[in-house]
């Protein structure tokens, strides 16, 4: 049960990396573009 809430707990730290470095490539691109 445990284990269970660090699992999804960890998909969710994982899922916000992801979606920070998809931000960071966007505004990389944004930033390019000027």
Request: hydrophobic residues 45%; glycine residues 0%.
């Amino acid at each position: 049960m445990i284990k269970d809430k660090l699992k999804s707990l960890d998909m969710n730290y994982f899922i916000e990396i992801v979606s920070l470095v998809e931000h960071m490539k966007w505004l990389n691109d944004k930033l390019q573009t000027l």
